[in-house]
């Protein structure tokens, strides 16, 4: 398989759970950084920065500014259609 590495990859970023909750939560809707750090609330703003800074680096997750706010949101990557796929099957009620 030519693309197992970039595959093992990708799953190995979405195995830890607190970066696969992120990616949940935005798999229903965009989010801002404030909005994503209320929610998480057991998570520090700095470990929630380095998991968003990740998840843009993988091509998960875009960003778009509106003055001082900064939003994300799920990119249209193959890799997300997973993401959909792990939402369907686990988070239909909540994410938790």
Known sequence: MMHSGDASKLLKLISNQKRLLILCLLHEKEMSVSE??????????????????????????QVRRDAQTIYYSLTKSKAVQIIHLLHELYCQDSCS
């Open 36 to 61: 994503l750090n209320d929610t998480l609330t057991q998570l520090s703003q700095s470990a929630l920065s380095q998991h968003l800074a990740q998840l843009r680096q993988a091509n998960l997750v």
